[in-house]
């Protein structure tokens, strides 16, 4: 019984690390295409990355590239964290020609 517990916490545990990958790999994509078009892209991704996240934004003059990187805890303080990622590359729009 001590075993099927253990596995339960442990298959919970690695589904809230992938729920938090993907917020984190959303995150990243609104940065890039918020980036992109010229908004800022590090506040679009801190709204919608996990609490505590680090956004970095990088690219040249045609792309921008963006990486969200979490540590996640999964069973309370005592366990290492997990550090999760997610990153994108939007292609920059050009500047409107008045």
């Known amino acids: ?4 517990m253990l596995l339960l916490l442990a ?3 690695m589904v ?17 295409l918020a980036e992109a078009r010229g908004e ?7 709204r919608v990355a ?3 996240a680090a ?5 040249d003059g045609e792309i921008v590239t963006v990486h969200v990187r979490a540590h996640f805890r999964v069973l309370g303080a005592q366990l290492p964290a997990i550090t999760v990622e997610g990153s994108a590359t939007a292609a920059r729009e050009p500047e409107p020609v008045l």
């Open 1 to 4: 019984m001590p075993a099927l």
């Open 11 to 13: 298959g919970l545990a």
């Open 16 to 32: 809230s690390a992938v729920a938090a990958k993907g917020q984190c790999l959303d995150a990243a994509r609104e940065a890039a």
């Open 40 to 46: 800022s892209g590090a506040a679009a991704g801190a």
């Open 50 to 52: 996990p609490p505590g």
């Open 55 to 59: 956004v970095e934004l990088g690219g």
